[in-house]
């Protein structure tokens, strides 16, 4: 990781010079959807998904050996088409089964077994009148709730799902999932969706679609919600993340933009700041798991960047952190929500992971 500001602090401070502070590991394909786990006994566990313009594809689950510095294959599985999302179920404290959700065609909810294969444990589908299913765009696993699981899709819907975690037959947990309930979100199709992590917010999730809008509801209230943004062009939105510490502030970013624009939920309509230093499209987002005003972006120049936004709603000029991927675009970024002094970045077929 370089500095790009010649007098900011890193955001911490580095142990003892034994330890690398970049791995990687190179998957036999194009790598696009990538995930933390989240449990405390499993560190550095991640599953990355195949980018395969065909109907096999894979997923697989990596781990580093932290004795060897190198990463070890503990599964893979075959998966149709790519995923558009993958996400390890957030439950740091191990109460429930060791799922791990996927997107594509549909919802799958998988389960990790203690011999380290992994089975399906159950398909969601909504669409249960015909043999059609519109493709998921995204998903998100509500940090307040793990019971709950919320979808778009290309047909402008969001699905809430339930998810029950059963007893035990022999050795796997029983799961299944029922529609809690379904919404027409968006004019367009709905290229993502997130849930409020903040402020207890079990209720609160928004949505950005083609139509170039970010939505917010309340689970409690559905039968309205608010725009909090509209892209004056009305540019597709591709992506949303919101604020880990604080509910008040998200972000998004437009197709083919090289921005990332930060909103206030009071203040809608109103960018609160720009981040605009990339130099090219911006692919990924992520808020730092345990820090409100630190945000990493990531994008087709190569570049990860982290970014402090205490000052907002003054400009925000540079950022505080910058690391080049020099053989490949990024295309995907995660914070590790139990690890925060590390991101993992997808670019080609490679997987890395970055102390900053």
Known sequence: IIEAGEHRNRMSVHPPPKRKEIYKYSAPWTLYSMNW???????FRLAVGSFVEEYNNKVQIVQLDEDTSEFVVRSTFD?????????????????YPDLLATSGDYLRVWQQGADGDTRMACLLNNNKNSDFCAPLTSFDWNEVEPNLIGTS???TTCTIWGLETGQMLGRVNVVSGHVKTQLIAHDKEVFDIAFSRAGGG???FASVGADGSVRMFDLRHLEHSTIIYEDPAHTPLLRLAWNKQDPNYLSTVAMDACEVIILDVRVPCTPVARLNNHRACVNGIAWAPHSSVHICTAGDDHQALIWDVQQMPRAIEDPILAYTAAEGEINQIQWGATQPDWIAICYNKCLEILRV
Do not use: A, L, Q
């Open 79 to 95: 998966h149709p088409y790519p995923t558009t999302k993958i996400m390890w179920i957030p439950d740091s404290k191990g109460i």
């Open 37 to 43: 786990s989240v449990r405390p006994d499993k560190r």
């Open 153 to 155: 899709s290309i047909d």
């Open 202 to 204: 079990r209720d609160m």
